[in-house]
């Protein structure tokens, strides 16, 4: 019995040792992999978690276990003071030109058009999503537009799919007003109420803040008074906030009555979003975290740009122009951004330059060769980047006739498997500090749930297809017809010599066009409306009627979002966008009502009546705008400041900084 006992206590403590070594193991490994060695956090976490997998990992939200130091604000920063300087170090070369459009990168697929030269006249959307699988996706009907039953198509529900209540985040607007514009009984059209100050140049000159201080004479509490609502978005209409509530943001009563958010809803929305929604809690915290923290109290607290000519005419097109200049600034100061090494070709690390879904691809290939935004410590990061392509996801995965994306979803699922097995980075913020860009029709539904916490920077901004603001940013479609020669035509004749009065072209992709077409194709000479517009020779092309048109309709097609928006400002035409719950590109920071007009779709039969009610010295003014905020728009093989490569930067950064909370 002893010898028995005595073997007992032998196993006993040999069980012991191997468990203490195992644990001394598993510390160490946990105290080497995660940043700034929170080893025990990570083994002996407390608080409620709310826990959701992605693939074979867990992500956390918990309101524990992140540390935030007290922030000063330093005005002693020193900022680069020419908006359109380009300094050699943010020049974000690092390859040569040519390698930028290799013959993998330069190729892309056009479903109606077999070159270039066809493609330059045709509808820039003949390069839509899988025919087959297009009409699964809006959510209105013609007859909710003009009270039309005869042009409602049925909604089809794609088998096996379900799309949860909470999804949607989009919030209505309950009182949609009825304004008169020159005595006429007209539906609201945005056109800005500001007036541009007289010293107006009718160049397009770039940006050129003062090189003085005396620019910023203005302190930073006489902007903010230490509140943290910015003052530009303050307003008496302004809804009450729930400060005690994480990741509240509006929802929608989806009633007929209640289906569309007006722009001015819209603003609401933000301003909401920029108060009351906060991302989930860091489990442990790192520096970069504190950076994101002075850089927001920075920005709200930017002093006023005043008495500056040159300045004063950008800025009836920003929000705030001071706090989007000095947010520009800290980003370049401070913004490093990891990209992920994994992922296997085409459908990642593969860029499409080409085509109406260019933007994801150009953005991919000029962040991959940035030296001065891309770090390789990811320790340094600020934020990370999911660097696949929804237009090759498309291309190399969805089976024709299908009408099924899980297996799309499915690589996506794979992919973050990967990269939570193998990093720590996504389980920290629950995937809050990753990004994705993606221009691709059907990316919202692919992320919507794989990728909730992300930022994604969507061309397809639906408020009502499950688009959040303070979390989500609008993406900019453009349509680049030659990769070698981004910039190709850019530009347009000037207001005196645009004899038309609106210009429409193109396929009939989705519910709205053919009603369009209905009410002004062939009705009035003013009014240039067509289907698509055939190439002959002796009559003008689609690009000649942009260049020479007033007003450049920018219809939806099959989703809210077109290209025909960037191309408007590309050709220095007035948008007219006519596209309900759009969230046009860069809404955080620019005041689209300055430049570009906003019709409800139901107001189609009374679309001249709107123009025609804009005075001329109104649409001078405008056009004037477009041209301003043209540069914005604009890709260039090598980046310059403020074109779209770092707009689009810079609405995911600035999303991320107002995302972080110092509570």
């Known amino acids: 019995m002893n010898k028995y006992r005595l073997t007992s206590l032998i196993e006993s403590r040999r069980l012991l ?7 001394a193991l598993v510390f160490c490994v946990q105290y080497f992999e995660l940043p700034y060695g929170n080893a025990f956090l990570a083994l002996f976490l407390s608080g409620n978690a709310e826990v959701s997998s992605v693939g074979n990992s867990s992500i956390g939200n918990s309101s524990s276990g992140f540390y935030v130091g007290k922030s000063l604000v330093d005005g002693s920063l020193n900022f680069s003071n020419s908006l359109n300087y380009t300094d050699p170090s943010t020049s974000y070369g690092g390859s040569d030109v040519t390698e930028l459009f290799d013959g993998t990168d330069a190729k892309a697929k056009h479903s109606d058009d077999d070159s270039l030269d066809v493609v330059a006249d045709s509808d820039p959307e003949d390069e839509s999503p899988s025919k087959d699988f297009i009409d699964m996706n809006h959510n209105s009907t013609a007859a909710e537009v003009v009270g039309n039953p005869s042009l409602a198509p049925e909604k089809a529900v794609e088998p096996n799919q379900t799309v949860p209540a909470s999804d949607s985040n989009a919030t209505s607007n309950n009182n949609i007003s009825l304004d008169r514009i020159e005595g006429r009984n007209i539906a609201p059209v945005s056109v800005g109420n500001d007036i541009l100050d007289s010293s107006l140049s009718n160049t397009s000159d770039a940006l050129q803040p003062s090189d003085s201080p005396s620019s910023m004479d203005k302190d930073a509490t006489n902007a903010l008074q230490k509140t943290s609502i910015p003052e530009f978005l303050k307003t008496d209409l302004a809804p009450s906030v729930n400060y005690s509530s994480r990741n509240a943001i509006p929802k929608v009563k989806d009633s007929p009555e209640d289906a569309v958010a007006s722009l001015s809803k819209m603003n609401d929305m933000l301003l909401q979003s920029l108060t009351s929604y906060h991302s989930m809690r860091p489990w442990w915290s ?10 927001r109290s920075l920005i709200e607290n930017a002093p006023s740009v005043q008495n500056d000519p040159k300045l004063n005419q950008f800025a009836p097109l920003y929000r705030n122009f001071s706090m989007f200049r000095r947010s520009y600034e800290l980003m370049e100061q401070t913004l490093k951004v990891y990209i992920y090494k994994e992922g296997e070709r085409p459908i990642f690390h593969q860029p499409v330059l080409q085509g109406i879904y260019a933007s994801e691809g150009w953005f991919m290939k000029l962040l991959k060769s940035s030296k001065h935004f891309v770090t390789k410590n990811p320790k340094k990061a600020h934020l990370f980047y999911l660097p696949f392509s929804t237009r090759m996801l498309e291309e190399t995965l969805y089976v024709p006739n299908s009408h099924s994306r899980k297996n799309l979803i499915q690589c996506l699922r794979n992919y973050l498997s990967l990269i939570t097995s193998r990093y720590s980075f996504w389980n920290r ?69 645009r004899k038309i009065l609106a210009f429409f072209a193109g396929n009939m992709h989705g519910y709205l066009r053919p009603i369009l077409l209905e009410h002004w194709e062939n009705k009035d000479p003013d009014m240039k409306i067509f289907g698509p517009l055939p190439k002959v020779k002796g009559q003008m092309s689609y690009i000649q009627h ?33 596209s309900d719950n759009f969230v046009p590109p860069f ?26 009610s804009i005075p001329e010295k109104r649409y001078r003014k405008m056009q004037k705008r477009v041209k301003l905020v043209q540069q914005h728009f604009l890709w260039h093989p090598r980046p310059v400041k403020y074109d779209i490569f770092h707009m689009i930067l810079h609405s995911i950064w600035y999303t991320r900084v107002f995302q972080i909370s110092s509570k």
Request: glycine share 6%; hydrophobic share 40%.
């Open 17 to 23: 040792w191997l468990l203490a070594v195992l644990f």
């Open 429 to 497: 913020t629950g995937g809050a500090d990753h990004f994705v860009v993606a221009c691709h029709d059907w990316a919202p539904a692919e992320t919507r749930k794989i990728m909730a916490h992300c930022i994604r920077a969507l061309c397809n901004s639906d408020i009502k297809e499950g688009f959040q603001f303070g979390k989500d940013v609008s993406l900019a479609e453009t349509y680049v017809r030659l990769p070698q020669h981004p910039l190709r035509q850019v530009g347009g004749r000037p207001p005196s010599k």
């Open 286 to 295: 790192k520096g970069t975290d504190q950076e994101l923290i002075l850089a």
């Open 587 to 612: 809404f955080e920071t620019l005041k689209w009502e300055s430049f570009a007009i906003f019709v409800p779709e139901k107001d189609i039969p009374n679309l001249k009546n709107i123009l025609l």
């Open 546 to 578: 942009m260049q020479s048109s007033k007003y450049c309709i920018c219809a939806r097609g099959y989703e809210v979002n077109s290209p025909r928006v960037v191309e408007a400002i590309f050709y220095e035409c007035v948008p007219v966008i006519i």
